[in-house]
């Protein structure tokens, strides 16, 4: 039961600007956006986090709308180790019965072109 | 800091067989969760465990399939007389519980054991 949507992929050419889009129109308000990447058959990378603000890191920035019904994953500057399948997660706070587990759907796989 | 540990990275057990999988979690971390992975499919939550308790159990199987998580050492993801449709890469996660005062539970995810049955 996925709460997010994702486009099953996407192509980004090295060195640019990769713009993911994840749709939770279904998000509640005690209920954080989780951004995770797999890289081949790794096991899944944590990239970010945030509840209504928009954060950085050092490996992305995450975009959350104003009404929380859609958020962007920006890699800034795209390079071939970034190509992954990348999860949009929504996950309750530690009172919720949702919040221990990641619901993982079907990602966003991306594949950065020289 | 070591990341989160798992053995063996590869299994293979015959049909009958139990198979038995560990994980350490990072350092300083007191919860544990382990995940399914089956070929060409999405990672599926299993179990959560702090140290001896089971927290959610909710995504096991209701046979065959058990985890713990004692007090001393690694968690052990066990399953009993293994079919092949067990075949799967089982990741395990860990997440420190809390940090400084303040809760966190970012999950960080160990390399996995990929589990084959004849």
């Known amino acids: 039961d996925a709460k997010t949507t994702q486009p099953p992929s996407m192509d980004c050419a090295e060195g640019r600007a990769a713009n993911l889009p994840c749709n939770h129109s279904?998000?509640?308000?005690?209920?954080?956006v989780y951004w995770y990447r797999q890289i081949h058959s790794q096991g899944p990378q944590y990239i970010i986090h945030?509840?209504?603000n928009n954060e950085t890191n050092e490996m992305a920035s995450l975009i959350i709308t104003e009404d929380r019904k859609s958020s962007t994953l920006i890699l800034p500057h795209a390079t071939l180790r970034d190509t992954a399948v990348y999860y949009c997660?929504?996950?309750?706070?530690?009172?919720?019965?949702?919040?221990?587990?990641?619901?993982f759907g079907a990602g966003t796989q991306v594949v950065v072109t020289p | 800091n070591a990341g989160v540990m798992q053995n063996p990275r590869h299994l293979v057990r015959r049909r009958g067989q139990e198979a038995r999988l560990r994980c350490s979690p990072m350092?300083?971390?007191?919860?544990v969760y382990w995940y399914r992975q089956l070929p060409e499919e999405g990672l599926k939550f299993m179990v959560y465990l702090q140290k001896e308790n089971i927290i959610d159990e909710s995504g096991m199987p209701k046979e065959r399939f058990s985890a713990e998580f004692p007090k001393e050492g690694p968690s052990i993801l066990r399953i009993q007389q293994v079919v092949r449709g067990d075949s799967a890469a089982y990741f395990c996660?860990?997440?420190?519980?809390?940090?400084?005062?303040?809760?966190?539970?970012?999950?960080?995810f160990g390399p996995g054991t990929r589990l084959t049955v004849t």
């Open positions: 997660i929504v996950r309750g706070f530690m009172t919720t019965d949702s919040w221990g587990k990641l619901q």
């Open positions: 350092k300083g971390h007191s919860h």
């Open positions: 996660a860990s997440s420190p519980g809390t940090s400084g005062g303040v809760y966190s539970y970012e999950q960080y």
């Open positions: 945030g509840l209504k």
């Open positions: 279904t998000i509640s308000g005690n209920e954080y």
